[in-house]
């Protein structure tokens, strides 16, 4: 039995070097910041990027575990979703999610638990969570509002 122990650690130990030679999600550049949304209050904005900007910006802080798999893919692909669906680095873009993003917030699916967990600095009070969310709603609105603030920010 131990020797089956033995085998199955070596085999575990040889498939995760194995992974490491996979070439996806070390790219840690970051695009550019083009333009912001117009914040409705530097408060929303200080809350917003200590809970949101890691997938929802050009800013990410890749942690230290970043470089290695299968970790990597994890936040490579959450990084790519999350800028795709919504990002407040390229304003200049039409934002569908945008209005989304109290909602997704008030119900508890962003930001991820497994992100929360990893990043303790996310976790909010919860008079911060009420900021962030009447900061969201403020910033972002509703699908209207957004599309209207959009057209406002892309012509200055």
């Known amino acids: 039995m131990q ?3 033995k085998r199955v650690g070596i085999g575990a130990g040889a498939l995760f070097l194995l992974l490491q030679l996979v070439p996806y999600g070390r790219d840690f550049t970051n695009p550019p ?22 997938c929802h910006s050009n800013q990410t802080e890749y ?27 390229e304003w200049h873009r039409k934002q569908e999610d945008a209005d989304e993003a109290a909602k997704e917030y008030r119900s508890g ?37 957004h599309h209207t603030r959009h057209e406002e920010s892309t012509d200055r």
């Open 33 to 54: 910041v083009v333009q912001e949304p117009l914040w409705d209050s530097p408060r929303t904005r200080e809350l917003f990027f200590r809970v949101c900007k890691d």
């Open 3 to 5: 020797k089956l122990w």
């Open 63 to 89: 942690p230290w575990y970043a470089w290695i798999a299968p970790a990597s893919w994890l936040i490579a692909h959450d990084v790519r979703e999350g800028r795709e669906h919504f990002n407040v680095s």
């Open 109 to 145: 699916s962003m930001p991820p638990r497994l992100y929360l967990w990893a990043h303790p600095r996310a976790q909010l009070s919860e008079q911060e969570r009420q900021e962030l969310l009447r900061g969201l709603e403020a910033t972002f609105g509703s699908r209207e509002e």
